[in-house]
């Protein structure tokens, strides 16, 4: 797998307007996601479960709630990161 930083991302809708959230690639077994800081974050199957990737999926594809959800249910519940 390529370095995080290297994935083509898609850029998050953020349709409240009021999101950390940039950018998102969706993977087979996880979820990647730029926050406009520049820190990148790789979410999977074993951090933090199937469940909380299949919702955080959802919200990155609707443009709405995601950095609100990892602030919520997720935290530092990452695999990897880059800065």
Do not use: C, W
């Amino acid at each position: 797998m390529p370095a995080l930083h290297e994935l083509r991302m898609t850029p998050y809708r953020n349709r409240s307007g009021s999101s950390g959230v940039a950018a998102y690639a969706l993977l087979d077994d996880g979820i990647v996601v730029r926050f406009s800081d520049g820190a990148i974050y790789r979410y999977g199957h074993t951090h933090p479960g199937r469940h909380h990737v299949g919702k955080m999926k959802s919200l990155a594809m609707a443009g709405q709630g995601l950095g609100a959800y990892i602030r919520r249910y997720v935290r530092d519940k990452y695999e990897s990161r880059e800065h």
